[in-house]
């Protein structure tokens, strides 16, 4: 079953409840199925890396872990956090912020 979402890829997106609650940041990855996001530097964890030989030294490196869609908000550039409205652009879609109307497409 595919989520409906609103966000995507390169979306900066603002976290709104748990955690990492405040923070800030761009959408690397979406997960329409699971209806999860992976957010640049939000929700890291600590992962252990294998030492490869020649590589890396191996030990403990930071990884973006997956949240949730529900727990955050796209950002508007001048309202901060907003929900998307939808636009007809003839028949195309945009997603435009709920307050201002500014389109949030790239
Ligand atoms: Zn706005």
Sequence with gaps: MQTRTD?????TVKVITGRDKGKQGRVL????????LLVEHVMMVKKAVKRQQGKTKGGIAE???RISLSNVMIVCPTCGPVRVAHKMHGDRK?????KCGTTLDK
């Design 63 to 65: 990884q973006e872990s």
């Design 7 to 11: 966000i995507k890829r390169n979306d």
């Design 94 to 98: 945009e997603r435009v912020c709920k």
């Design 29 to 36: 990855r979406v997960f329409p199925t699971e209806g999860k």
